[in-house]
């Protein structure tokens, strides 16, 4: 089964952002560029920041542009801001932002309940947002909520992702991310969409955001890697939630997920006892574990 | 990667001894019935129960006798109990159980520091343990812990395991149980070792102890079954820990190992919602969680 695994996998760090957001009780923005400074030193290459989005709705993202202002600039590091439309792509154009990620769900419902708006609304809004983040020479990742499965429409038909994927594509975006928001996917539906989608993303690089709401994370981290999947979303000591699954886990651990790189020989440039101080400083503030696993044992 | 995959596994739950034994608050004799019928009725059908060890080192196994005493005899349902001395295996056989595990380290080292003696002591202890069960007529699991490695002598060579479980074959055992008691395989390794070692194994069911110590279990539940390990132990809500590493998760969890299972179409017999009621049942005493991620969201 080992014989497709790649070189080097590239993880893309969302704490900051998907971790981050489910905490209620706000970070100060001191500790939030240490913890960032410190992903960065811990060799992460690609780092989600914080989202554009209203600090009325998720006050844990009002300080955004400031964060942003005082973030120093790493050569080799890029910084990401999630936009949810054409206001929060302005926003991130004037603090500065060289990259942005849109999202949009697969699933009507989901999208009615999580946006507000129905699917074929937001496809729109997704072009809005990519034609305006193209005009400010801005690069997009697309991602694609709920690829594998919604708690309310159940399976998602691999052709409605492939769909999205191509129009992604069609209108020029940089990267795709396929997300398993709810954390529905398995070993064979993770192989299922890859399989039929990596044949039509030419050089696109295509990453998977993976959830582990039900356990099968890193199962599905070595589906994907077989498939020819080598970048993955992940969230310091697996940091984030699901707002529709109660008690959820988060996203896959980056310690757990670099840890099981490296005990399968392959490179992602992470220093995880580095990284795994990050996760203590987190877990002190907040006065409580994450799921994480790894983070908790190295001294 | 799938081409492999069984039709079917069993799970051993060993939660009502290896996650209990890792409490300090005492269960209730009649809540640890209630937790083993639960499991039973969920479809488990070996379920470790108990241990037979100095209730002045575990009180938490003190009842031992009195639990197995009360335990509903369900056909088709096997109780096992482990064992770690000649004592152990007539306190065992007195009590009328018919299955008994011992369980020697392949770890100088740890034999030393868990058990109190050397590699080669052990080796005896369990050599007299397996001939007093013969006599009266107990079937013997026999466990090889920290297969993969230990946080005190490194990775575990695969030669070692393999002397052990000749030695625990030619000595008539009727199953094999290679334990990764400190969380330090990887799929890497555990296809290594049960490359090797199912070809010698003939008949005897081989299953895997594995522990998501650095989040790695169920990824090496994957690689174990692409090499033909179709027998896992699990404890409910992935209860347990490891004495050597402060703040370890535990035991692989059922629910979330049944539930990869069904994902990928396997059968496990469980019914994992009646399972996850027995987690939720001693969540609810302790009053905290358990690292399984699945159990939690089931209503």
Redesign the interface.
């Known amino acids: 089964?080992?014989q497709?695994l790649p070189q080097k996998i590239s993880l893309t760090e969302v704490g900051p952002r998907d971790g981050f957001q489910f905490e209620t009780e706000i970070i100060p923005t001191n500790l939030k560029v240490g913890i960032i400074s410190g992903l960065a030193d811990a060799g992460l290459r690609r780092i989600q920041v914080t989202s554009f989005v209203n600090p009325g709705v998720v006050p844990q993202m009002a300080d955004a542009e400031e964060l942003i202002e005082r973030l120093p600039r790493r050569k080799g590091v890029t910084y990401t801001g999630l936009v949810l439309n054409t206001k929060g792509v302005e926003r991130a154009h004037a603090a500065g932002l060289e990259h942005v990620e849109i999202s949009i769900s697969s699933s009507d419902t989901h999208s009615r309940k999580n946006a507000g708006m129905s699917l074929e609304q937001a496809v729109e809004q997704g072009d809005a947002m990519i034609r305006l983040a193209q005009k400010h020479d801005i690069h997009i990742t697309a991602g694609i909520q709920c690829a594998f499965g919604c708690v309310y429409q159940g399976e998602t038909p691999v052709h409605r992702v492939l769909d999205m994927a191509r129009n992604f594509m069609h209108l020029g975006v940089h990267r795709l991310s396929i997300a398993d928001t709810t954390g529905m996917a398995?070993?064979?539906?993770v192989?299922r969409l890859t399989d039929a989608l990596l044949p039509e993303t030419d050089d696109i690089p295509v990453g998977l955001h993976l959830h582990?709401?039900?356990?099968?994370g890193?199962?599905n981290?070595?589906?994907a890697m077989?498939c020819g999947i080598t970048d993955f979303d992940t969230a310091l000591a697996g940091m984030g939630g699901c707002p529709f699954?109660?008690?959820?886990?988060g996203n896959i651990?980056t310690?757990?997920t670099a840890?099981?790189m490296k005990?399968?020989?392959i490179d992602t440039g992470i220093d995880i006892p580095r990284l795994s101080e990050c996760s203590k400083r987190l877990a002190r503030f907040f006065g409580k574990?994450f799921?994480?696993?790894?983070y908790?044992?190295s001294s």
């Not at 398995?186 to 539906?189: A, R």
């Not at 582990?212 to 099968?216: A, N, V």
């Not at 799921?291 to 790894?294: D, T």
């Open positions: 089964m080992y497709n398995n070993p064979l539906s192989s582990d709401t039900r356990g099968l890193l199962a981290v070595m589906a077989s699954v109660t008690g959820a886990a651990a310690e757990d840890y099981l005990s399968l020989g574990q799921p994480g696993k790894l908790r044992l």
